[in-house]
């Protein structure tokens, strides 16, 4: 499930607290959470509607002028069922936080065990140290650059380097990555063990 920024936005205020999505299946569950650009969503409810059943008030909780506007925007995608998303409490983005904090010794063995985990079911050659190397070495650089020098496609970079900041090892810069706390001091102790 994914926000507009001019959604996230009221999210973020609490002026949005309910979605509507037309699905072949369901991206969201009851009690579930999604990870969005403006922090941790709660999902309280999901659960089938029909397009009679929307009110006005139910389209401003959404972040529409009216009725009319929510249901044309309902309307451009004619396939799947139409469900009500009742959005529930908006914390921060857990990352923030773990990448904050430099691995402890005992988190660092777990740590590398999930990239070599990674690195398992990658398919092809070992690449999140290599990752690590690169961002460590050259911050801010372009992903169209250290792609490259991964010997990655750009797609399939940008996907590994989310995969090390979900474990709190990397940050999104306006333009390219850096290592956080967390990831340089795994990242010394990878070089450590050689």
């Not at 009221?10 to 979605?19: C, M, N, P």
């Not at 037309?22 to 029909?50: E, F, M, N, Y």
């Not at 956080?180 to 990242?187: I, N, T």
């Amino acid at each position: 499930m994914i926000f507009r920024q001019e959604f996230l936005e009221g999210i973020q205020k609490g002026s949005i607290t309910v979605a509507f999505r037309r699905w072949r299946r369901p991206s969201v569950k009851a009690g579930g959470t999604l990870l969005t650009a403006v922090g941790l969503l709660h999902i309280d409810d999901v659960s089938p509607v029909t397009l009679e059943s929307i009110t006005n008030a139910d389209a401003r909780r959404a972040g529409f002028d009216s009725r009319e506007a929510l249901v044309t925007a309902l309307t451009e995608r004619s396939d799947g069922t139409l469900y009500r998303i009742e959005l529930g409490a908006l914390e921060a983005d857990p990352r923030i936080a773990l990448r904050k904090k430099a691995a402890s010794d005992s988190e660092v063995p777990g740590l590398i065990v999930r990239l070599e985990r990674l690195d398992a079911r990658s398919g092809g050659a070992p690449w999140t140290r290599r990752v690590l190397d690169l961002i460590s070495a050259h911050p801010a650089r372009r992903a169209g650059d250290l792609c490259k020098m991964a010997g990655q496609d750009k797609m399939s970079f940008k996907v590994n380097v989310r995969k090390l900041k979900t474990l709190g090892l990397t940050e999104s810069l306006e333009v390219g990555y850096r290592l956080s706390p967390r990831g340089a001091a795994l990242l010394d102790e990878l070089r450590r063990r050689g």
